[in-house]
């Protein structure tokens, strides 16, 4: 299980770079930026990711991972209104999940824990948020990429670069490539 418990790390600090490599090319006013009245913002995504992983990970061995002291309705409200702020945000919600699963000892995984009073494995209750959490910072990726238009600099293979990045890792195996 540890295998399995740092790929998951791994794979989550992964996305949160993601979204970190986005707000970057990103001025404050367009974090708050929304497509029309219906849709959210990089704001309120965030608002919501950092609910659900201080909601899921807070005492989760021993606390339903949906806490009664979560109002979720209120993350998808404008309530930060600085890039400071949201990026208090943002890292507050990282942090607790990253704590969480570095809590993690060997005796836990056979431990069932609860998300709405459903029960889960360890495993599961990983998994679930590793599915969650990469469609949100997607989403946030997908808004930020509208936003910056023909400034916006790849977070993986430029278009039009898939050869010369295949040739590159063939000619360096194991090389270090964004």
């Known amino acids: 299980m540890e295998a399995y418990l740092n790929s998951a790390i791994t794979q989550f600090a992964y996305y949160r770079k993601l979204g970190e490599r986005t707000f970057e090319q990103l001025n404050d006013a ?5 497509f029309n009245d219906e849709s959210n913002s990089i704001a309120i995504i965030i608002q919501h990711m950092a609910g659900n992983m201080l909601s899921r990970w807070t005492d989760f061995l021993t606390s339903d ?3 009664t002291w979560r109002n979720r309705d209120t993350e998808f409200e404008d309530t930060v209104s600085t890039r400071e702020n949201l990026l208090d945000t943002w890292n507050t919600g990282w942090d607790c999940l990253f704590d969480a699963l570095n809590s993690i000892s060997a005796d836990d995984w056979e431990k069932t824990i609860y998300i709405r009073n459903e029960p889960h494995r360890i495993e599961d209750a990983i998994n679930r948020q590793l599915a ?3 469609y949100h910072v997607g989403q946030i990726v997908f808004i930020g990429k509208m936003i910056a238009g023909g400034k916006w600099q790849s977070l993986s293979i430029p278009k039009g670069n898939s050869e010369k990045y295949n040739a590159d890792k063939f000619a360096n195996p194991g090389g270090t490539f964004k």
């Open 30 to 34: 367009d974090l708050f930026w929304r």
């Open 65 to 67: 991972g949906e806490k």
């Open 132 to 134: 969650h959490y990469p």
